[in-house]
């Protein structure tokens, strides 16, 4: 009898792990399992500071409606208000910013050392910043006429700077839109929007060539989630009609209606764009490190569109968004930082500084950040490792001076800290245990993170110089 219950144990094992490494089959699922190693996604890679840009007809009442202060996001107002559609496009007729320059904001961009920025080209209101054919919902029927895409484009480019699309597939404007499919009549007027949609993205990807990736918005509800099929159809039809095009995460649905991550936890589109408004856990969540990721934020907490109040919630300093930047870099992931202009095509004073601010020190140590990613190395109190793929060299970025004035390190098995510098200063490196050491860093004065630029080598096997503990 033992000898029977041994063996049955060992057959439910068994199948239970073949049942646990059994793939759920799939239509619409991942495409791959691995990162891309192509050059567009290797540039997308390596610009790691974007700048995102949510503008459309949500700027001109800047989260007022009739007196009122909505503290909700401003670019939902027209929700949050319960305002009537016909009522919001009417703001169509008010958009005329008159201080609008493209290479105003490309050169603000570039000296705040964004490599890359994305671009709102139609926000869950349906207006567009675009002269779309597919409606009369856009920017060639305002006052001002004039293409913004494509003023953006060109400025941006020329500064050396890529753009990227937002498009979001949510759409008040559109009157076959559904949030949910519950009836034939749905399913109908559905497929009409979605042949909208798509004919909107070809257009967006077809007149504006250097376009370099879509990040996809308002794909959460039901009604999307049962069209896993077409999402999988545009990711195809953008990467055909534009070879090396990148595509968020959040566009994509499972034959399941799974999002991001299929059913069988494989990441879709070639990155993950989960992460709004907060970063992974600098410690506990190193798995990020596996695919490519992208992080959204805003400047106030609940802000992404212009509003004109933002004493309503925290408003993050220029060195808080610098440590988002870098904590993010650290992580293999890129870092997206938000920016609201107002109706007229101007960016508020704070945006200014923050802008300023982090262009001063990327001017510096942008090397830090730009082409740069996970170090594998264990993270310390005192801030982040970065360090470009394959190089001896590694980026300690110091935001939190123990009193002591000892950063400690821990190295990998065989590596050997050979100098520690800050420019031209050379600092004391001391090994103190098997596999760590303390850098000696004597600055009386920190005003924003420090870099301190660690030369390596592999060394041998360093013998019983250290004693095991024995507990």
Not at 31 to 38: F, I, L, P
Not at 275 to 298: F, G, H, I, S
Request: a positive charge.
């Amino acid at each position: 009898m033992k000898h029977t219950l041994t063996a049955l144990a060992l057959a439910i094992t068994f199948a239970g792990s073949t049942q646990a490494q059994t793939k759920t089959p799939l239509q619409y699922g991942a495409q791959t399992t691995e990162k891309r190693s192509d050059d567009a996604m290797q540039k997308w890679r390596s610009n790691r500071f974007g700048q995102f840009i949510h503008w459309g007809l949500y700027a001109i009442p800047g989260g007022v409606w009739n007196g009122k202060t909505y503290n909700y996001a401003a670019e939902f107002l027209k929700s949050s208000a319960r305002i009537p559609t016909s009522t919001w496009d009417s703001l169509m007729y008010q958009f005329n910013p008159k201080e609008f320059d493209a290479r105003a904001w490309a050169k603000m961009a570039k000296n705040m050392g964004a490599r890359y920025m994305t671009i709102t080209t139609k926000h869950h209101e349906g207006f567009c910043l675009w002269p779309s054919q597919y409606t009369s919902f856009h920017i060639g029927n305002t006052p001002f006429r004039r293409d913004i895409l494509k003023e953006l484009v060109e400025a941006y480019n020329a500064e050396g700077i890529d753009v990227n699309f937002y498009y979001s597939v949510l759409d008040w404007h559109h009157p076959d839109w559904r949030y949910d499919i519950q009836s034939p009549a749905d399913s109908i007027a559905f497929r009409r929007f979605l042949t909208f949609a798509g004919n909107q993205l070809k257009e967006l990807a077809t007149n504006y060539p250097t376009v370099k990736a879509f990040w996809f918005d308002g794909t959460w509800d039901s009604s999307i989630k049962k069209n896993g099929w077409w999402t999988l159809e545009m990711e195809k039809m953008l990467k055909s009609v534009r070879p090396g095009m990148i595509v968020n995460s959040r566009l994509r649905a499972d034959d399941f209606g799974k999002r991001h991550f299929d059913s069988n936890n494989q990441l879709m589109g070639d990155y993950e764009s989960g992460y709004e408004r907060r970063l992974p856990n600098a410690v506990k969540d190193v798995k990020v490190t596996q695919w490519d990721w992208e992080a959204c934020m805003t400047v106030p907490e609940n802000q992404w569109g212009y509003h004109r109040d933002w004493s309503v919630s925290h408003v993050k300093s220029p060195l808080e968004l610098l440590e988002m930047l870098v904590h993010s870099t650290s992580m293999g992931g890129n870092f997206l930082l938000n920016f609201g202009p107002d109706g007229n095509g101007g960016f508020r004073k704070e945006e200014l500084h923050i802008a300023k601010t982090i262009g001063n020190w990327m001017q510096q140590h942008g090397n830090v950040i730009w082409n740069c990613g996970y170090a594998g190395w264990e993270k310390q109190d005192w801030g982040y490792f970065t360090r470009q793929e394959g190089s001896a060299v590694v980026n300690m970025i110091v935001f939190n001076k123990p009193v002591s004035g000892l950063l400690k390190v821990k190295v990998p098995n065989n590596v050997k800290i050979l100098t520690a510098r800050s420019g031209n200063k050379a600092w004391k490196v001391e090994e103190i245990a098997k596999n760590e050491y303390y850098i000696h860093y004597t600055a009386k004065k920190m005003t924003g993170p420090e870099v301190i630029v660690l030369e390596t080598e592999k060394a041998g096997q360093q013998g019983d110089k250290y004693q095991e503990a024995k507990t």
